[in-house]
């Protein structure tokens, strides 16, 4: 099947790329810029398009690789041109398949990698273990699956309405993580790091703690004062944090005290329940600074 992209930007680059080195049959790239379809055609050894028509009339799948809030007027500009009989796909976290529903004789999916794409030229490299979502009709779904699977990559399907969700938890997992690293800078600062030096110390540390998951669970994974029970240490980070970090350490704190209840099934953590869950004393500190 001859797939087709209309956007040239950073998805459409590594989607293109990872699907040819991996054999499957990139037609080429639409961009109202041409010289950027030109620049992603040449990057994936395949056609630069100057119209849509063009594109969708020798492709079996086309991707769109637009922003989010572009979706909607590229699909209006399939149904104008008369599209049929194709497979339609958008590449958004957040969209569903819906978007696609009023192009007459086109079947339309959401095809997503559960992925940060940051460079055009190299994230197609670390694609490798990339899980992919689709979302969308059953009428062609498993041959849209077939075409990630030959990549070698994992395929799980889920349901318009969960669309929001699921790319909320892709940002837990992936922007939010930033703000929790800056947190960590900030509060070292405090202590008297640059900048740099903050960055230097969480970087190792944080992903020795993410490579575990690798191939260990949740449980396994987790170490520290929370696991290990020790009420005195959990006590004083919360006399040391202020404002916005004392709340997320709280929050954090709890989730991660599930996990350590999962692990030590035998131990008592009621003292350390009753540290994070008595926060009249946060609540009040919290109001009265304004926030």
């Known amino acids: 099947m001859r797939i087709g992209f209309i956007g040239a930007g950073k998805v459409g680059f590594t989607l293109g790329k990872y699907f040819a080195v991996n054999g499957l049959d990139v037609a080429g790239y639409y961009s109202r810029n041409y010289k950027s379809a030109e620049e992603a055609a040449a990057f994936t050894c395949s056609e630069a398009f100057d119209s849509i028509t063009r594109l969708a009339g020798i492709c079996d799948i086309i991707f769109l690789t637009v922003t989010d809030g572009n979706i909607r007027e590229v699909a209006e500009s399939l149904k104008r041109a008369g599209i049929s009989d194709r497979i339609i796909c958008h590449c958004s976290g957040a969209l569903s398949s819906e978007i696609f529903s009023d192009i007459t004789g086109c079947t339309g999916y959401s095809v997503h990698p559960f992925f940060a794409i940051n460079n055009k ?154 540290l994070l869950y008595d926060n009249s004393h946060y609540t009040y500190e919290y109001e009265t600074e304004g926030r």
């Open 121 to 274: 030229y190299d994230s197609y490299k670390e694609l490798t273990s990339t899980l992919f979502t689709i979302e969308g009709p059953d009428t062609h779904r498993d041959c849209v699956a077939s075409l990630i699977r030959q990549c070698g990559n994992k395929v799980i399907f889920i349901q318009p309405d969960m669309k929001a969700r699921y790319h909320g938890a892709a940002v837990f997992a992936s922007n939010l993580l930033m703000g929790l690293m800056e947190t960590a800078v900030d509060e070292l600062a405090a202590c008297g790091f640059s900048k740099e030096d903050a960055l230097t110390a969480i970087y190792p540390l944080a992903l020795n703690n993410l490579k575990h998951l690798e191939n260990n669970s949740l449980e396994d994974s987790l170490t520290g004062p929370l696991e290990r029970n020790d009420v005195s240490t959990v006590r004083k980070h919360l006399g040391c944090f202020k404002g916005d970090d004392r709340m997320m350490y709280i929050l954090l704190s709890r989730k991660a005290l599930e996990i350590a209840k999962r692990k030590n099934s035998d131990r008592d953590y009621r003292e350390m329940e009753d």
